[in-house]
């Protein structure tokens, strides 16, 4: 059975940082891309960032800031925030690609299919 499990979320200033686990079970860490998404209120849920076995991604308004990472020996996927701000504000939900094999970029292609919880993230001034 697929499972994801998010943690690291809290309440953290402006600058500030944070690190988010998604820890893994169910299948080959290092088969499947593993994205990262985020949701604010009111808003759509968007695509942060993600890593496969061949590339990572990055969306425009976290690049340079977050930085992914994954350690396939523990079935965990990090994501690390840095510089924090309070759009930045948001649950943040990971999410395993339905197929093998595919790489992040172009970002939208893959069938992230299997979510997490979501971990609360607060940014605030």
């Known amino acids: 059975q697929v499972q994801l499990v998010e943690s690291g979320g809290g309440l953290v200033q402006v600058g500030g940082s944070l690190r988010l686990s998604c820890a893994t079970s169910g299948f080959t860490l290092d088969y499947y891309a593993i994205g990262w998404f985020r949701q604010a209120p009111g808003k759509e849920r968007e695509g942060a960032s993600c890593?496969?076995?061949?590339?990572?991604y990055y969306s425009d308004p976290v690049k340079g800031r977050f930085t992914i990472s994954r350690d396939n020996a523990k079935n965990t996927v990090y994501l690390q925030m840095n510089s924090l701000k309070p759009e930045d504000t948001a649950v943040y939900y990971c999410?395993?690609?339905?197929?093998?094999?595919?790489?992040?970029?172009?970002?939208?292609?893959?069938?992230?299919?299997?979510w997490g919880q979501g971990t609360q993230v607060t940014v605030s001034s």
């Open positions: 999410a395993a690609d339905a197929l093998g094999f595919r790489p992040c970029v172009p970002f939208g292609r893959n069938a992230f299919a299997s």
């Open positions: 890593i496969s076995s061949s590339d990572t």
